[in-house]
């Protein structure tokens, strides 16, 4: 555990945070709320340690006619900023994904995957991230069945299609993701005890898009953290991998805002673990 930072604010757009995206150098962030909205910001570390931040207004994301999103539709769970810069949103419902040169300007839909009519209601695509070929790669919440692997699909720019699948382990279910900067599958899970919330994050080695390696890197307890839904991955230091997390408050005033950060190796190697 590297740390955990409460963030406070007052404005009414302010929480529900789903999605994370943060620099290479781990110094500023992106993060969308459930409820359409973005927000941009600085980390202010100490030893690397968050101790502060300074951040933009909490702005509504637009939609295709430039106009401020509809709060009936504006409910966006994943992120992904491509290598220049461009901004993708994925929404659960009804589900579908929007792309942006700046969060300012009106957002282009990109085509409907075939399998869209079969997602589940309020189980959309909950998770995005972007490969080093700049992919999109996008999953539910839920699978349909605890036995049934996660669908992950991708689009390739055109076309939409489904590599592989990625097995469930539990009652956890699918909120965030990110692709390392080693190249690995980083998949965030939430489970609800009814009470309190529980976090995981899982790694897996893609191969020739067939599934070689899973390794659990992060599990929480109930009460330790918060709603735990927005995943960022980044590289620390040289052979150390950083996930950092934020919380979806929900919007409650007995639930929190907060950032999680863990270091694990690269390697879980006995070795890498070592050093």
Sequence with gaps: MVGTYVWKNSHDRFGGFSGLEVSEDGQSFTAISDRGSIVMGQFQRENGVITGLEATPVEKLLDETGTRMNPEIDDAEGLAIGPGGRIYVSFEGPPRIHASERFDLPATVLPQGDFYPDLQNNSGLEALAIDAEGRLLTLPERSGQLT???????????????????????????VGADIGPDGKFYLLER???????????????????????EEVLFESGAFEFDNLEGLAVWRSAPGRIRLTMISDDNFKFFQKTEFVEVDVPESLDPQAMNQ
């Design 148 to 174: 049934k692997p996660f669908p992950v699909w991708r689009f390739d720019g055109k076309n939409w299609s489904q590599p592989f699948s990625l097995p469930r382990s539990g009652t956890f279910l699918a």
């Design 191 to 213: 489970e609800f005890t009814g009470y309190a919330f529980r976090s995981r994050v899982r790694r897996f080695d893609i191969t020739g898009d067939k599934v070689r390696h």
